[in-house]
């Protein structure tokens, strides 16, 4: 694994002196620059994007709290506080610091954060090498899909990567139930367990084929492979029963490609 690279952050010349000679000697870690202040925080976070932070609260002008705040969410690294004072420490935690540690740090105090940080950076690194893998995946399906002569999108979906942080799980579409989408992520249904998974619903849809899943609903597709009925309540309304068990709404809009496509092709009951 790469070095950790990290920035150091006091306004005390001899805590920053101590704090970079305790890292140093740990051949995992580097640091890649100390800062004197807040503002040079800001500066040197921004254009390093290291992915540790060892960074002290009680600063002149701009504190450890503020240096955050003006921070942007996609280059924030792991960050541990060091201060003097311990009256901090539950803001720091509000704010999501890995460690929170109180001078004069001790080197084995500051081994167990340095541990927890390098377990959390690794867990960082892997879900960016999902995202990067599942990029370039997506990539290769598109261009078979083409050079075997049909479009984007005609191009069907086999398998889904999922990042869960401390590994990567491969999820068959053919085991998928439903699909149920929020936002700019959906939530996949699988053999009983749920994964997340970041790309919009309408997106994910058309990466699947059309005559296996279909959308029900403005937020749930499903697997007609998986549907054990398609059923009519006593108001008029209808709703799927999946192999499980689990029932799902559909609208009236989407009812009739659903009750078409449903009983022609897997012969379910309406």
Same mark, same amino acid.
């Given at each position: 694994m790469d070095r950790i690279r990290t920035i150091i952050v006091d306004d005390e010349p001899l805590a920053r002196r101590g704090l970079a000679t305790l890292v140093e000697r740990r +051949?995992?870690?580097a640091v890649a620059a100390v800062c004197a202040d807040g503002r040079e925080a800001i500066a040197r976070i921004a254009g390093l994007k290291p992915d540790l932070v060892l960074l002290d609260i009680q600063m002149p002008e701009i504190s450890g709290f503020d240096v955050l705040e003006r921070i942007p969410p996609d280059v924030l690294p792991v960050v541990i506080f060091v201060t003097a004072y311990d009256e901090h420490a539950i803001r720091a935690f509000e704010v999501r610091a890995l460690d929170y540690l109180l001078k004069p740090v001790s080197e084995k105090r500051l081994d167990e954060a340095l541990d927890r940080a390098a377990s959390r950076v @690794?867990? @960082?690194r892997l879900a960016e090498y999902g995202a990067v893998l599942?990029? #370039?995946v997506a990539e290769i399906q598109h261009e078979r899909g083409t050079t075997a002569g049909g479009s984007a999108g005609e191009r069907r979906l086999e398998r889904i990567m999922i990042s869960t942080g401390a590994a990567i799980q491969f999820v068959d579409v053919a085991d998928? +139930?439903? /699909?149920e989408g929020a936002d700019y992520y959906v939530?996949?249904? #699988? !053999?009983g367990k749920e994964y997340l998974y970041r790309e919009?619903?309408?997106h994910l849809e058309e990466r699947l084929d059309? !005559?296996?899943f279909i959308r029900i609903h403005v937020s749930a597709i /499903?697997?007609?492979a998986k549907v054990k009925e398609i059923r009519r309540t006593l108001r008029g309304e209808y709703q799927v029963v999946l192999a499980g068990g689990h029932k799902l709404p559909v609208s009236r809009r989407r009812r009739k490609d659903l009750i078409n496509l449903g009983v022609t092709r897997f012969g379910l009951r309406a």
């Open positions: +051949e995992e870690f @690794r867990d @960082r599942a990029s #370039a998928i +139930e439903w /699909v939530t996949l249904h #699988a !053999g919009s619903l309408k059309p !005559g296996q /499903v697997n007609l």
